[in-house]
């Protein structure tokens, strides 16, 4: 399809996929029930969405203070856009700036209709990690996001990365961070997590062996790089 004008970009892009999902085999019903226009539920503006999907590429390569001014920017052009904000407060939680952190959840959640279904998953387990601080809560949410979407490796990367840590579950959160790796080889943050799956089991060979694999495969983002730091200064390096 062709879009006569950039406003009518993400319009076309919605009936795209809606096409798209019939033909790929899914049944009417739940593409009528789902069939939320883009605009609806990401955002209208197709600068905000270019700035958001650049913010995303700039984070998995350069670090997350890097993505931040384009999450902002997202936010600038488009103040209703709630994944902008939900991964700006997930951003900022990574940074340890709590209180950025739960205000920017704070501000998606009040605008996760906003959003579709699965990047309300996303929303809500923010909240409870960012916000109200239920790791317990916040764990049903994910199990409930990885029943509903088995093939988002986002869910485990919260139960990995954010939440079993927490609850000391270690084996758990290496078996997560397996699932998300099997699920998306080609994201960088799926090496991280696994690695630092393994170290708090006192298996840092094979922390040590994730990391190279994410170096064959030419992955590259700042973690990866703090990662073998902590494997070498745990092994007296």
Wanted: include cysteine; charge should be negative.
């Amino acid at each position: 399809m062709q879009a006569a004008r950039k406003e009518d970009v993400l319009n076309t892009l919605g009936q795209i996929a809606s096409g798209f999902r019939g033909r790929a085999g899914e049944v009417l019903a739940t593409v009528g029930k789902l069939d939320t226009p883009l605009a609806e539920a990401t955002t209208p503006s197709l600068e905000a969405l270019k700035a958001y999907s650049m913010a995303f590429k700039v984070l998995t390569t350069n670090g997350n203070a890097a993505a931040v001014p384009l999450y902002q920017r997202a936010i600038q052009i488009d103040p209703q856009f709630a994944m902008a904000y939900a991964m700006l407060g997930r951003v900022y939680g990574d940074m340890a700036e709590s209180g950025l952190s739960a205000d920017n959840t704070t501000k998606a959640w009040q605008l996760r209709s906003r959003a579709s279904e699965r990047e309300r998953f996303f929303i809500d387990a923010s909240y409870q990690i960012q916000v109200t601080g239920d790791m317990e809560r916040a764990r049903q949410i994910c199990e409930a996001w990885e029943q509903t979407y088995p093939r988002d490796p986002n869910a485990h990367g919260f139960l990995s990365g954010a939440i079993y840590p927490v609850l000391g579950k270690y084996k758990e959160e290496l078996e997560e961070a397996q699932k998300m790796l099997e699920l998306d080889p080609d994201f960088p943050v799926s090496y991280n997590l696994v690695a630092l799956g393994y170290i708090p089991l006192g298996r840092l060979d094979e922390a040590a062996r994730t990391l190279e694999l994410a170096s064959e495969r030419k992955m590259q983002m700042p973690d990866l790089v703090v990662d073998r730091y902590q494997i070498a200064f745990l092994k007296a390096d």
